[in-house]
């Protein structure tokens, strides 16, 4: 769909562990989002990247760090999943950021 | 930062009723504006944007939506609506110009839509 794909779509994962989410496309865009999304809260975002090597915080960053070491992957990582980071997680992608977004399917990641 | 209010979390209609859900942004400068949709089990989709220009905007599937500036309100109608409507609407906004639009789209909380037939 648009040409980004995310990885895995549902993971279930322990308290405690790592976990590490992944945004692929193939569009060539220069903007990457992670949203989280939560019942009563709509979309926030996590982190976002303007470029190879260049990441921000968004709104809620807290307990995530991301990466990307290409234009086409932008990885989400819990470095330490808390039952609070149980939540589906969409990537987003954007060719001038102020333009059209475009979503990815969503990976549902429930922390036990 | 910018924020966006949508006014209704549920709203319940019958088919062929009509349809308005409300959104205010809060935000100083130049914003554009945005309807998704999430279908059940789905991503979002994009219904309709506004950046410029004439401030009624015609989306997909017989959705519109009014920019009132003076009213920092960017509100979606629908005529009739269908069963296949049902899903969940998020307004969405983008600040334009120096310091804003790189840190992505902020989002209304949702409205829940079920549609009865």
């Known amino acids: 769909d648009a040409g980004i794909t995310q990885s895995p779509r549902h993971k279930v994962t322990e308290t405690g562990t790592p976990v590490t989410l992944r945004c692929h496309q193939t569009e060539n865009h220069r903007y990457m989002y992670w949203y989280r999304q939560d019942p009563g809260h709509g979309l926030r975002l996590i982190h976002y990247s303007y470029g190879v090597k260049d990441t921000d915080k968004g709104e809620v960053s807290d307990g995530y760090s991301v990466s990307r070491s290409k234009t086409e992957d932008f990885l989400l990582t819990l470095e330490s999943a808390t039952s609070s980071q149980t939540s589906v997680y969409f990537c987003?992608?954007?060719?001038?950021?102020?333009?059209?977004?475009?979503f990815g399917s969503g990976t549902r990641l429930t922390v036990v | 930062a910018q924020s966006v209010s949508q006014h209704n979390h549920h709203v319940i209609l019958s088919e062929a009723a009509s349809l308005e859900l409300g959104c205010n942004y809060s935000y100083g400068g130049t914003v554009n504006l945005f309807w998704y949709v999430q279908y059940p089990g789905q991503h979002l989709q994009l219904l309709l944007k506004y950046f410029s220009g004439d401030p009624l905007v015609k989306g997909i599937k017989g959705f519109e939506a009014e920019f009132i500036k003076s009213k920092f309100s960017f509100n979606l109608r629908k005529p009739s609506v269908q069963w296949s409507d049902t899903a969940e609407y998020f307004c969405a906004v983008n600040a334009v110009g120096s310091g804003g639009g790189a840190d992505g789209l902020t989002f209304g909380k949702g409205t829940h839509l079920i549609i009865q037939p």
């Open positions: 987003a992608i954007s060719s001038d950021r102020v333009g059209g977004y475009t």
